[in-house]
């Protein structure tokens, strides 16, 4: 079965600085790899995925992830982050048959 | 195209009484999956069905809950009893087939007291 650890429970960041919240992972097939996010009171959205292909993923709202084979890592990254990216994210790892997701990293942004 | 729908969005119960949540997947999606969300941790699957059978239900606590997904699409997860551990938010999801691109309902916060 796979398992999903993200190393930051809460990432506080000033607006405009870059963010890198991590995520590594454990399974013994080839897995897919997502991130949701979830603001406050609504149910997880998609935020981007590794199926194949190119190892660096991008979201529309400037994020993007890059899977890691050897390090077994799928970390979350922006440049710049704005007040509206304030919000819980969450790594989920996907294997022939189920879906699991890390326990979440809220992250913060101040002005 | 709608998304995924549930129903109530909020519940307060005692602890001993009964709930049912409702989840309507999106159009055409033969996945659908319950998760129960604690505050502070990350969703954990209860139950996933493949149309209206039963995937996998390993982590449903058999004894007090209970779901069903009747024609292969709208689903209804109860709870008799409920215990106070119980209070979490429960989200459904469903999928076009394999587990990927799950696509979330806002969800139900539950409240024992």
């Known amino acids: 079965a796979q398992s999903v650890t993200q190393l930051d429970s809460q990432v506080p960041v000033f607006e405009e600085a870059p963010v890198e919240l991590r995520c590594n992972y454990s399974s013994s097939v080839s897995v897919y790899l997502f991130w949701y996010v979830q603001y406050p009171n609504q149910g997880l959205q998609l935020l981007l995925k590794?199926?194949?292909?190119?190892?660096l993923v991008e979201s529309i709202n400037g994020f993007e992830a890059e899977f890691n084979k050897s390090q077994t890592s799928f970390h979350l990254r922006k440049p710049s982050v704005h007040i509206s990216d304030t919000a819980e994210y969450f790594c989920a790892v996907s294997g022939p048959n189920d879906m699991r997701f890390g326990a979440g990293t809220r992250l913060t942004v101040k002005p | 195209e709608a998304g995924v729908a549930q129903s109530p969005r909020y519940k307060i119960i005692e602890k001993r009484q009964s709930v049912a949540f409702w989840c309507n997947p999106i159009?055409?999606?033969?996945?659908l999956y319950w998760y129960q969300q604690i505050l502070g941790q990350g969703p954990k699957l209860l139950i996933q069905?493949?149309?209206?059978?039963?995937?996998?239900d390993s982590q449903l606590p058999k004894d007090r809950f209970s779901a069903e997904r009747l024609k292969g699409v709208d689903s209804t997860l109860k709870i008799q009893p409920a215990k106070l551990e119980d209070s979490a938010v429960y989200l459904c999801?469903?999928?076009?087939?394999?587990?990927?691109?799950?696509?979330f309902g806002p969800g139900t916060r539950l409240t024992v007291t």
């Open positions: 999801a469903s999928s076009q087939g394999q587990p990927l691109e799950q696509y």
């Open positions: 159009s055409g999606h033969a996945t």
């Open positions: 069905f493949q149309n209206n059978g039963v995937v996998d």
């Open positions: 590794y199926l194949s292909g190119s190892t």
